[in-house]
T-cell receptor, first 118, second 111 residues
């Protein structure tokens, strides 16, 4: 069975600094996708970044980037120039095909609560 | 905004009562999902649908049923609510291997 582990329940960072959130996963699949979602206090689930397992190049979205190490099954999120609005719970998620129906299944980590300090 | 509406946003009810949560989408997506979010567990899949009248169980389906009579609506029913079903429930829509988009969630408290 696939598992996703986020080993840092809580983290804090000073505004404008850089922080890295860790995520490891366990799978025997070859075709899968990885995501980071942000959940602010409003409870919305907001997609931050996506990585296809077959791509070696690390994904980047503005201040957000990932370090994808496929052999190590590691998928960390780096937030540069942290802003107060980055304060949220961050979830790492693994997605794979669920069945021949075309559906895909997410497996989520337990989340890292990030607080950006002024 | 991915065009997903969950109703109600909050609900408090008593043990043993039936509860139905509604997910409505305006994106015409084929795939719809129900998750629950609990502290220490992240989000876990309850049921999913791959078309009208086509549904299947996820990893935590016990005590829940779903129905999808129209593309745009996916209902989650707790036939007889228990306190262990107190949670935040999220609906999501997806298109094949694209990221799923989530509704704003329903906070359900069962006393």
């Amino acid at each position: 069975a696939q598992t996703v582990t986020q080993s840092q329940p809580e983290m804090s960072v000073q505004e404008a600094e850089t922080v890295t959130l860790s995520c490891t996963y366990d799978t025997s699949e070859n075709n899968y996708y990885l995501f980071w979602y942000k959940q602010p206090p409003s409870r919305q689930m907001i997609l931050v970044i996506r990585q296809e397992a077959y791509k070696q190049q690390n994904a980047t979205e503005n201040r957000f980037s990932v370090n994808f190490q496929k052999a190590a099954k590691s998928f960390s999120l780096k937030i540069s120039d942290s802003q107060l609005g980055d304060t949220a719970m961050y979830f790492c998620a693994f997605m794979k095909p669920l069945s021949t129906s075309g559906t895909y299944k997410y497996i989520f980590g337990t989340g890292t609560r990030l607080k950006v300090l002024a | 905004d991915a065009g997903i509406t969950q109703s109600p946003r909050h609900k408090v009810t008593e043990t043993g009562t039936p509860v139905t949560l509604r997910c409505h989408q305006t994106e015409n997506h084929r795939y719809m999902y129900w998750y629950r979010q609990d502290p220490g567990h992240g989000l876990r899949l309850i049921h999913y649908s791959y078309g009208v009248k086509d549904t299947d169980k996820g990893e935590v389906s016990d005590g829940y049923s779903v129905s999808r009579s129209k593309t745009e609506d996916f209902l989650l029913t707790l036939e007889s609510a228990t306190s262990s079903q107190t949670s935040v429930y999220f609906c999501a829509i997806g298109r094949n291997n694209q990221p799923q988009h989530f509704g704003d969630g329903t906070r359900l408290s069962i006393l």
